[in-house]
C-alpha cells in the first residue's frame, strides 16, 4: 500500500522565491489546459488530449515572450500541473457516470494565487535527490533544509513540495510499503474491543476505559477570537492584514496538529493492542447540521475511524464497521432487552428485564462489539481488507515500535 511521510521544510528566503515562482508557473500551466478544454467544449469540439496540450502550453509556450518565464522552473513541475488535470477531469466524468463512490464532484476550476494551500510535484525523472548533510536537493531551488522526525521505510516514489495557510513548507514523500513487514512488525494480540465514540468523552471502550475529550477547539477559541477580531479591523490588501491573516491561519493550524497527533496517537495504540476493532458508522455530516456541530468538528471522528481503516489494514488487523442504525445506546448488553430511545442527559438507566444497572457509553460500547461478532472473526482474518490511498495525514503517526530516526 502506498503512504505519505511528510516532513517540515525550511528554505531560505531565496529557496522560497524559487519555491513561489514554481508554484505559480503550475498554477498558469494549469489554468491554461483548464482554459483549453473549456474553449473546446464550448466550440464542440473533442478536449485536447495531454500531449497536445504539453506541446502547446508548455514546450511552444517557453518560446514566447508571454510565457518566456516558464522556462525558468523544472519542467517535470509543469508536467505534473497537466497530469493534476487530467485526474480532475477523469475523476469528474466518472463522478457524472456514477462510477466514482463518494459525493459527486465538479468540474476542474481555475486556481488563484491567493488560494491558502500551494503544492508542485517532483517525481523521479526530476532527478532530485537528498544529500549526505540531510537536505533535500530540487532542482532549479537548491539544497533545502529539512527536519527529518524519522527515517523513510522505502526509497520515495515521488516528493510533492506544499505551502499551507500559515505559510510552512512541506516535503511529502510517497512510500511502497510492504503490508508482511508491517504486519511483522506488530507484536502479536488475541484481544478485541469495541469503541463507542462521544463527546463528553471522546472514546469509550468495551472494557471500560474512557478517555476524554481534548476539545482542543474550545481550548483555543479565546485566542482565536482574539486573532479573528485584529484581521477584522484590518485594511483590506495592506500588509498588516496579511499578517493578521497569518497569525490566524498559524492557530487554526495549532489546533489541527494537535487534534491530528492525539489521533494518530490513540488509533496507534489501539491497533497495537488489539486484533480486532469495532466502530460506528456515525453520520457525521448529519450530527454537523444540529447545534453540536462546533462540538462534533472538533470531536473529529471521521479523520480517527479513516485513521484505524489504514492502520488496520497496514498492520493485519481486523476493523469492523457496523451501521449507524443499531440500536446500541437502547439494548442492554447483558440480557439484549430492547428498552426503548433515551434523551441524552440520560447517562446511566437500569434495564427494566433484568435489573443491571449500565453506564450508557460503556453499554454502547458492548454492544458495538457484539455486533461486529469479532468473537468469532478476531482470529487473524482481516475483514473486507481493500486499498487505501496516499494520506498526508498518515506522516503524524510515530508507528511502532520505534525506529531510529533521521540525522
Not at 236 to 264: C, I, M, W
Not at 274 to 287: M, S
Amino acid at each position: 500500500m502506498q503512504l505519505r511521510y511528510a516532513f517540515r521544510l525550511y528554505p531560505d528566503p531565496g529557496q522560497q522565491r524559487a519555491l513561489a515562482k514554481a508554484f505559480g508557473c503550475a498554477r498558469v500551466v494549469f489554468n491554461d489546459a483548464v482554459r483549453a478544454r473549456e474553449d473546446a467544449r464550448k466550440a464542440q469540439q473533442p478536449f485536447p488530449k495531454i500531449g497536445e496540450l504539453s506541446t502547446s502550453l508548455i514546450t511552444q509556450a517557453k518560446q514566447t515572450a508571454s510565457r518566456s518565464w516558464l522556462g525558468e522552473v523544472s519542467a517535470v513541475v509543469l508536467q505534473q500541473s497537466l497530469r493534476d488535470v487530467e485526474t480532475a477531469y477523469r475523476n469528474f466524468f466518472a463522478s457524472l457516470k456514477g462510477t466514482r463512490k463518494g459525493p459527486r464532484i465538479g468540474p476542474p476550476r481555475f486556481k488563484s494565487r491567493k488560494d491558502p494551500r500551494q503544492s508542485i510535484r517532483f517525481t523521479a525523472n526530476a532527478r532530485w535527490s537528498v544529500t549526505d548533510s540531510g537536505r533535500l536537493n530540487l532542482p532549479k531551488i537548491g539544497p533545502v533544509k529539512v527536519k527529518w522526525s524519522r527515517t523513510l521505510p522505502a526509497t520515495p516514489a515521488s516528493v510533492t513540495v506544499i505551502k499551507d495557510a500559515a505559510g510552512r513548507f512541506f516535503a511529502s514523500f510517497v512510500i511502497d510499503t510492504d503490508p508482511a513487514a508491517d504486519a511483522a512488525r506488530m507484536p502479536s494480540s488475541d484481544r478485541t474491543v469495541g469503541i463507542d465514540l462521544g463527546l463528553t468523552h471522546f472514546a469509550v471502550l468495551s472494557d471500560g476505559t474512557k478517555i476524554d475529550s481534548p476539545r482542543f477547539l474550545r481550548r483555543a477559541e479565546k485566542k482565536l477570537k482574539r486573532a479573528q477580531r485584529e484581521l477584522s479591523r484590518k485594511q483590506k490588501g495592506s500588509r498588516n492584514r496579511e499578517k493578521a491573516r497569518l497569525k490566524v491561519a498559524r492557530a487554526h493550524a495549532q489546533v489541527t496538529d494537535a487534534r491530528r497527533e492525539f489521533h494518530h496517537q490513540l488509533s496507534t495504540r489501539l491497533i497495537s493492542e488489539n486484533q480486532g476493532i469495532a466502530v460506528e458508522d456515525l453520520a457525521v455530516r448529519a450530527l454537523a447540521r444540529t447545534k453540536l456541530a462546533k462540538s462534533v468538528h472538533d470531536a473529529g471522528w471521521s479523520q480517527f475511524v479513516h485513521m484505524l481503516e489504514y492502520k488496520a489494514v497496514r498492520y493485519g488487523r481486523t476493523l469492523v464497521k457496523i451501521g449507524r442504525f443499531t440500536p446500541t445506546s437502547q439494548v442492554c448488553s447483558q440480557c439484549e432487552a430492547k428498552d426503548g430511545p433515551k434523551p441524552l442527559h440520560v447517562r446511566t438507566w437500569t434495564c427494566a428485564a433484568c435489573g443491571a444497572v449500565h453506564d450508557r457509553d460503556h453499554n454502547a460500547a458492548k454492544n458495538v462489539k457484539a455486533a461486529a461478532g469479532l468473537a468469532v472473526t478476531a482470529c487473524g482474518a482481516q475483514v473486507g481488507p481493500g486499498l487505501v490511498l496516499a494520506q498526508r495525514d498518515e506522516a503524524g503517526s510515530h508507528g511502532f515500535p520505534p525506529e531510529p530516526r533521521a540525522a
